[in-house]
């Protein structure tokens, strides 16, 4: 399971990915090419993600993938 918010985001938003010790995060623009990538360590699952400034106004595609997880969503930044 992962839940991801607030969502619509200002670029700051949380992450929980159940049962995971580490993730990598991946965002992708709507054509498809990859905008940001990172591995973290998880808090008991969650991770704090601070991308004020990097990421434009607009749709992008989330993944996490961990262990057990892999997650795919919508992400708007506004």
Known sequence: MVIVGPNPTDGQFNVFAQGEDEVSLYIYNTGGTQVFAKNYVT????????????????????????????????????
């Open 43 to 78: 808090d008991n699952g969650n991770i704090e993600v601070d991308l004020q400034g990097t990421l434009s106004a607009g749709v992008y595609i989330l993944q996490v993938r961990g262990n057990e997880c892999n997650y795919s969503g919508k992400l708007v930044v506004k």
